[in-house]
T-cell receptor, first 117, second 119 residues
Framework: GAVVSQHPSRVICKSGTSVKIECRSLDFQATTMFWYRQFPKQSLMLMATSNEGSKATYEQGVEKDKFLINHASLTLSTLTVTSAHPEDSSFYIC?????????????FGPGTRLTVL | AQKVTQAQTEISVVEKEDVTLDCVYETRDTTYYLFWYKQPPSGELVFLIRRNSFDEQNEISGRYSWNFQKSTSSFNFTITASQVVDSAVYFCALSEAPLRTGTASKLTFGTGTRLQVTL
C-alpha cells in the first residue's frame, strides 16, 4: 500500500537553529501534501497545505516566514522551522494523497518529534 | 467553517467491555468525508475508516463498527469486546470533498478521545 515517510523521526536542537523535516510519498505522486502540528495530548492542527510547484497555503495564525515549506517534486515536501524556539517543540505530521487515484484516503507520515532546548 | 467535537476526552474500560466513542460534526458542505484514526503511543496515525456523506450505511469491520447518522451529524465508533491493544487516542476527522479528482482536502480533527483498556 501507499506509504508516507518522514525524516528525521526525532530531532533535538538548540534554540535559534533551523530544522528541516522531509515528507516523502514512497510509491505514489502527491500534488498536495499537508503539514500538521500536534502539541502533547492535543489534537492535530493543520499548519499549511503544500502544493507542488507553487507556494504553500498557510492556515491563519501560522507564520509563513517561520515555517518554510517547499514542495519541489511530486514525492517530496519539506518543512523548515527557522530560528526554532522551545515553544516550537511539537510533533509534526505530514500527510499526502495519491494524485493518480480518484477520491482516495490520505496517508499520514509517522511524524517528527521536535524538541527545542 | 468545519468543526468536529469529541466530547469524551478520556474513557477507561475493562477488557472485553464494549465502548462507543462519540463524534459530532458541523459543516455547511453537502458533500464531505468523515474519518476515524487511531493514534497509539508511537504517534503514527492509523487510518480506520472513511465515510462519504452520501453513504449512511453503517459499517462493521471485525470488532469495529461505525454508526453514521446524518440527521444528528454524528459518526460514532464502537469497539466490541475491547482489548488492551485498543488503548490509544482516537480521532474523528472531517474533510470537504476535493474540488476535482486527484486533489486532496485538508482534514479538520476533533480533539481526540483517549481510550484506556485495562485487564
Amino acid at each position: 500500500g501507499a506509504v508516507v515517510s518522514q525524516h528525521p523521526s526525532r530531532v533535538i536542537c538548540k534554540s535559534g537553529t533551523s530544522v528541516k523535516i522531509e515528507c516523502r510519498s514512497l510509491d505514489f505522486q502527491a500534488t498536495t501534501m499537508f503539514w500538521y502540528r500536534q502539541f502533547p495530548k492535543q489534537s492535530l492542527m493543520l499548519m499549511a497545505t503544500s502544493n507542488e510547484g507553487s507556494k504553500a497555503t498557510y492556515e491563519q495564525g501560522v507564520e509563513k516566514d517561520k515555517f518554510l515549506i517547499n514542495h519541489a517534486s511530486l514525492t517530496l515536501s519539506t518543512l523548515t522551522v527557522t530560528s526554532a524556539h522551545p515553544e516550537d517543540s511539537s510533533f509534526y505530521i505530514c500527510s499526502a494523497r495519491d494524485s493518480g487515484r480518484g477520491v482516495g484516503k490520505q496517508f499520514f507520515g509517522p511524524g517528527t518529534r521536535l524538541t527545542v532546548l | 467553517a468545519q468543526k468536529v467535537t469529541q466530547a469524551q476526552t478520556e474513557i477507561s474500560v475493562v477488557e472485553k467491555e464494549d465502548v462507543t466513542l462519540d463524534c459530532v460534526y458541523e459543516t455547511r458542505d453537502t458533500t464531505y468525508y468523515l474519518f476515524w484514526y487511531k493514534q497509539p503511543p508511537s504517534g503514527e496515525l492509523v487510518f480506520l475508516i472513511r465515510r462519504n456523506s452520501f453513504d449512511e450505511q453503517n459499517e462493521i469491520s471485525g470488532r469495529y463498527s461505525w454508526n453514521f447518522q446524518k440527521s444528528t451529524s454524528s459518526f460514532n465508533f464502537t469497539i466490541t469486546a475491547s482489548q488492551v491493544v485498543d488503548s490509544a487516542v482516537y480521532f474523528c476527522a472531517l474533510s470537504e470533498a476535493p474540488l476535482r479528482t486527484g486533489t486532496a482536502s485538508k482534514l479538520t480533527f476533533g480533539t481526540g478521545t483517549r481510550l484506556q483498556v485495562t485487564l
